[in-house]
Structure formats: structure tokens, C-alpha cells
């Protein structure tokens, strides 16, 4: 087996970082929209629909025809409204409708579900919504209004039912269902955005993986922002995480990847989704104060059992942050453990796609920069109760300003070979040669791997060396320095 850094930090191809509004239209758009830049595949766009009840029929019109017939108009309370858009009754046998009336006429017909029936043709060909009829008894009628586009766009439009006839409601359920990035070695799976209302925020992300759901609440308020890859996401909001239980701002999703080269099985179904109030001041993730799901080889579920809860790998050090010899913070791969719901054992599942542990502690929420990258930090924990002081950082794609060149690095030895080469593996933007050396490689200096060019951003040792840009994982390739 060719060699593997096992800390080198996996990076993806595609990462993006969006900002909107708290509101469930802005929320829903938004987020599709960025996991749609960064490789996401929108699976389903959902009709916004609503419903109102006619328990007790609807009026209806009886021949003979007479002449003449009276002109009505839109009568101040319209038998129906759809958003702006009202509808009113007449009788086909003795009436006609005025010319330039504020609402639709409608005819009514001979039995009741002729009459809604009618009502429900003219509200499909004048709103944005397709209605229909269901009879549940002879008087007790069901009228259903879909929206023609899916969306949240027409969620929230008011169907009065006249209050006399009908109940009153208004449409809701509108959004997308989105499919994660296809990997051989990462979980796909799906999340689903609707608005519902609810006691605990009125925004729905439900999960499917393993042929079962698992289900976020957030609230609808403030300012949201995720940082997006193909394979998981992270939302945080301008409010902070919410009080329990009735706020509900934060959310951490990944499918970890399970390199077939560092021994993973890639088949396990895995998923981690870690909801408000669970995870901001920790790195190993309790289910304290919200809801966290997992899902291992099984549907997700919700734990309860502190052995099976997700944790992030950290090299251990009980109450003082670990530095270097140089007295800098490490950081390293980020790979995470959790077992089946509440029994079993725990495992290291993978590795999470553009994400870090970084052995200290930071803001949560806020930003760092490491070697010229910006980092959201995901969650930091602090070193008491003897804890692990750790970080959980992802990559955000904020624009880095180029690092600072550092000093000329000394002269070759007059014996160091001019043109150098050997064979690497390379794991995104990290490089770790097989054979040969990267000893006196130069920052900002050229490197072809594979035939193509890169430039280096810092090595790191004999062995292991970081490029500007990350590209595809490749093994035992040939590189060459001038």
C-alpha cells in the first residue's frame, strides 16, 4: 500500500459561503441556491398547497331559464378569495355578470359539487395555484390549491373561504429537495427545505439517508449564513444559537469520507447532523440542550446514550490548549467517531471534506486564517473539567489575501541536483512524496505534478508540502522541480 498522511485535511473542489434573510422564503432560496453552486442536485421543487373545508355544501342554481336576466355584480363579500384574487357566485338561469367587475363570476351549478367544482376551474385558469374537488359525504367537500411553480415563493397566500361556506387558510409546504454530491467513499443523501409552522420556528430540514428522515426546526429570524461544500453544510445566524426550546438558529451537517486508502469501508451509510444549542461550546457532541441525529449503517436517530454521541478526533491534553515546539497551535484532519443510536461501540467513521481540528481555542462562529485560508470556526471547546481545548473549523471561500513571501531560502548545496522529481501522493492541496525530497523547496516556487503545474504555498517537512490551489486525489504520480 503506497503511503497516506492520515492528518492532512481533505479538501473538496467546490466550497461557497451566502448570506439572506431569516424569513422561510429567503431562508429556503437562499440555501438552495448555494448548495446548487457547490455540486448539490436539485432533486424536487415542492408546490407550496393549502386546503379549505365546505362542510355543509355549497349553494347551487335551478332552472327554468327567464328572460331577462338581472346584471349582478361582485358583491361585497366575495364567495371566495385566493391571495388578491376574489370569486363570486351567480345564477346561470336568472343572471348575468356585469361587465368590468372587480372579482370572477362564476355560475352556479345544479348540485353542489358542480358548483365547486366550477369555482375550482376558474380559480386554476385566474391564480398562480391548480384547485381541485374531493367529496368526503353528499354535503362535505374538500377544495385543494396547489401552486403551479414549486417553491416557497407562494407559501403563505390567504384562502378565505367566505367564512359562511367555508373554513379560512392559507398555503404553506413550498421548497426544494436537494441531493448531496456523488462520492464513492461519502454518503449521499438528501435534505428537504419547507416552511411549516411550528411552536419551535416555522423552517423544516429534514434528512434522508438510509431510508429513513431525521428532522431540524430553525426559526425564522435574523440573518442566517452557510458555508457550503458538496457533501454538508454549516448554518450559523446574526442572533447567536436561540433559547431553548422555541429559538432555533444553528445547524452543522456533514457525510464524513471514507478513504478506501486509509482502510475505510466505504459502503457504511454515514451521517452526522448536529442541531441548535448541541454543539457551539463542544467537540464532542452531547445532544445537551437540542437535537443531534446520526445515522450508521441504520435510519437516523436521535442519541441518548454518551458513549454512541459524534466526537472529533484531538490529540488529548487535558486543560491546557497543545502547541508545538514553536509554541503554535496544530491542526489536523478532522475525523469524527460515533456509534449505532444507543448501543454498540463507537468507530471513526471518516473524515469531514474542508474541515479542521485546530488544538486551541477560538470565537465560535467567528473567523481564523490559517496559512492564508479563512476558517469558520464550527464549535470550540475550552479546556475545563480537564477537557481537550479543540476547535472545529471548516473552510470557507472568502477570498484569502496571498501570504506574506517569506525570506529567500538559502542557496542550494553545490551537490543538491538542479532538476529534482520523484513520485507523490496527492490528498486536495496537500502533497506527500513517496520518494524523493522536498527539502529547500521554496513558498510561491513551481512544482508539475502529473504533467500539470502548481505553485507551492508552504512545505511543511521532507516529505510533505501544501499547493496554492487543491486538486483531485491522486496516487504514486510524478512530480518535478526545476
Known amino acids: 500500500m503506497s503511503l497516506i498522511d492520515p492528518l492532512e485535511i481533505l479538501y473538496s473542489n467546490a466550497r461557497a459561503t451566502k448570506s439572506f434573510a431569516g424569513d422561510t422564503d429567503s431562508f429556503i432560496n437562499g440555501v438552495k441556491k448555494c448548495l446548487v453552486s457547490v455540486g448539490w442536485t436539485l432533486t424536487e421543487s415542492i408546490p407550496s398547497t393549502g386546503f379549505i373545508v365546505y362542510p355543509f355544501g355549497a349553494p347551487t342554481a335551478a332552472g327554468p331559464e327567464t328572460f331577462p336576466k338581472h346584471i349582478v355584480g361582485c358583491p361585497a363579500t366575495p364567495f371566495l378569495g385566493v391571495g388578491g384574487v376574489q370569486f363570486s357566485l351567480f345564477n346561470p338561469y336568472s343572471e348575468t355578470p356585469a361587465v368590468g367587475g372587480s372579482c370572477f363570476m362564476v355560475p352556479a351549478g345544479d348540485t353542489p359539487i358542480s358548483t365547486l367544482s366550477n369555482l375550482a376551474s376558474a380559480v386554476t385558469l385566474n391564480t398562480p395555484f391548480n384547485a381541485s374537488v374531493t367529496a368526503q359525504s353528499p354535503s362535505y367537500f374538500i377544495m385543494t390549491f396547489t401552486a403551479k411553480i414549486g417553491g416557497p415563493d407562494f407559501d403563505g397566500v390567504f384562502i378565505d373561504g367566505n367564512g359562511r361556506w367555508a373554513t379560512l387558510a392559507a398555503t404553506q409546504g413550498g421548497g426544494f429537495v436537494l441531493t448531496s454530491k456523488f462520492d464513492p467513499e461519502i454518503t449521499q443523501y438528501k435534505v428537504t427545505l419547507t416552511a411549516i409552522p411550528s411552536t419551535y420556528g416555522n423552517i423544516s430540514v429534514k434528512f434522508t439517508v438510509g431510508g429513513g428522515d431525521g428532522l431540524i426546526t430553525l426559526t425564522d429570524q435574523g440573518t442566517y449564513t452557510i458555508v457550503a461544500n458538496g457533501y454538508g453544510f454549516f448554518l450559523r445566524n446574526s442572533l ?26 466505504p459502503n457504511t451509510t454515514s451521517l452526522f447532523i448536529l442541531g441548535p444549542r448541541t454543539f457551539k461550546n463542544f467537540t464532542f457532541y452531547s445532544s445537551s440542550g437540542g437535537p443531534e441525529i446520526t445515522a450508521l449503517d441504520t435510519v437516523p436517530g436521535y442519541h441518548s446514550n454518551v458513549s454512541e454521541w ?48 485546530f488544538s486551541g481555542t477560538l470565537t465560535p462562529y467567528g473567523e481564523t486564517e490559517i496559512e492564508g485560508q479563512i476558517y469558520v470556526v464550527v464549535s470550540s471547546q475550552d479546556g475545563g473539567n480537564s477537557n481537550t481545548a479543540s476547535s472545529l473549523l471548516m473552510l470557507a471561500p472568502l477570498p484569502a489575501p496571498d501570504p506574506v513571501p517569506p525570506t529567500p531560502d538559502p542557496i542550494y548545496p553545490a551537490t543538491q541536483p538542479q532538476n529534482r522529481n520523484g513520485t507523490c501522493n496527492i490528498f486536495g492541496a496537500g502533497v506527500t512524496a ?36 487543491a486538486t483531485v486525489v491522486k496516487e504514486g504520480v510524478v512530480w518535478t522541480v526545476p
Open 240 to 265: 447567536g444559537e436561540g433559547n431553548y426550546p422555541f429559538t432555533n438558529y444553528s445547524l452543522f451537517v456533514m457525510a464524513p469520507k471514507m478513504p478506501a486508502a486509509e482502510n475505510f469501508d
Open 310 to 357: 459524534p466526537k472529533l478526533l484531538a490529540y488529548r491534553n487535558p486543560g491546557t490548549p497543545l502547541t508545538a515546539a514553536n509554541g503554535k497551535p496544530i491542526v489536523h484532519a478532522a475525523y469524527i467517531s460515533f456509534g449505532k443510536l444507543n448501543s454498540g461501540v463507537s468507530h471513526i467513521i471518516g473524515k469531514l471534506p474542508d474541515c479542521a481540528v
Open 434 to 469: 513517496l520518494s524523493g525530497n522536498f527539502t529547500g523547496l521554496a513558498t510561491q516556487s513551481p512544482i508539475t505534478i502529473d504533467g500539470i503545474p502548481y505553485f507551492i504555498l508552504s512545505v511543511e517537512d521532507a516529505t510533505h508540502l501544501t499547493l496554492t490551489t
